[in-house]
C-alpha cells in the first residue's frame, strides 16, 4: 500500500528564511503524482504544487519548490523567503490510483510558525 | 471564479441524527471528493463523484453515502451519527480526479 510519511510535526522559521518540509512516499507504482497542500486555521486546504513522478525538473510555483529525489523517495517542500502568512498546516499528499480506486492519500502534516 | 463552496461550515448534532452536507464543485468539474480530517486519524478519503457516478469508496461505513447532482453539487449524508463522527468534512472539486483538487473550508461537524 502507499504510504506518506511527514517526520516533522512542527517547524519554526524567521520571517524572509527559507525553511524545507520534508516529505518520504512509499509507492510500488512506476507512476505517481505527489501534491503540497496549505491548511490554515480556516480548514480550507490550499493546494501549492504538484510533481509527477515521470518530471524531469523539480516542480516550482513562486516561492514554492519541490525537491523531488525520485531514489530516495523523497519530495521535501521548500518556502523560500517565509512570510508572516506561511504560518499553516502543510500537507504532503500522492494520488493512490488503481483499478478500483483514485484518491489522495495524505500524511500527517507539518505545523510552521513563522515569526518576526 | 468562484471556489469550491461548502455549507454549512459549522454544525452540532446529537447521537443518533442524520446530517447532510452540501458541496457545490468550481464551475466545469465533474469529480467531486469528500474526505473526513480528525486529529486522530488525520485526513482520509470518504467517496468520489464523477458525473453523477460513485467512482470509487474508502473505508468507512454504510452510514456515510452521497450523491452528485446532473449540476455536479454534490451532497454527503451521515445517518445514526457517532461521536466519533466529529470531524472536519472536506469536500475537493476537479476536472477529472484527485490531480490538482481544489478543496473547500469544509464543514465542522461536533456531534455531542
Known amino acids: 500500500a502507499q504510504k506518506i510519511t511527514q517526520t516533522q510535526p512542527g517547524m519554526f522559521v524567521q520571517e524572509k528564511e527559507a525553511v524545507t518540509l520534508d516529505c518520504t512516499y512509499d509507492?510500488?507504482?512506476?507512476?505517481?503524482?505527489l501534491f503540497w497542500y496549505k491548511q490554515p486555521s480556516s480548514g480550507e486546504m490550499i493546494f501549492l504544487i504538484y510533481?509527477?513522478?515521470?518530471?524531469?525538473q523539480n516542480a516550482t510555483e513562486g516561492r514554492y519548490s519541490l525537491n523531488f529525489q525520485k531514489a530516495r523517495k523523497s519530495a521535501n517542500l521548500v518556502i523560500s523567503a517565509s512570510q508572516l502568512g506561511d504560518s499553516a498546516m502543510y500537507f504532503c499528499a500522492m494520488r493512490e490510483a488503481s483499478y478500483n480506486t483514485d484518491k489522495l492519500i495524505f500524511g500527517t502534516g507539518t505545523r510552521l510558525q513563522v515569526f518576526p | 471564479k468562484a471556489g469550491v463552496t461548502q455549507t454549512p461550515r459549522y454544525l452540532i448534532k446529537t447521537r443518533g441524527q442524520q446530517v447532510t452536507l452540501s458541496c457545490s464543485p468550481i464551475?466545469?468539474?465533474?469529480?467531486v471528493s469528500w474526505y473526513q480530517q480528525t486529529p486522530g486519524q488525520g485526513l482520509q478519503f470518504l467517496f468520489e463523484y464523477f458525473s453523477e457516478t460513485q467512482r470509487n469508496k474508502g473505508n468507512f461505513p454504510g452510514r456515510f453515502s452521497g450523491r452528485q447532482f446532473s449540476n455536479s453539487r454534490s451532497e454527503m449524508n451521515v445517518s445514526t451519527l457517532e461521536l466519533g463522527d466529529s470531524a472536519l468534512y472536506l469536500c475537493?472539486?476537479?476536472?477529472?480526479?484527485?490531480?490538482?483538487?481544489?478543496f473547500g473550508q469544509g464543514t465542522r461537524l461536533t456531534v455531542v
Open positions: 464551475s466545469g468539474h465533474r469529480s
Open positions: 475537493a472539486s476537479s476536472l477529472t480526479g484527485p490531480t490538482e483538487a481544489f
Open positions: 509507492t510500488s507504482d512506476p507512476s505517481y503524482g
Open positions: 510533481q509527477g513522478s515521470y518530471d524531469q
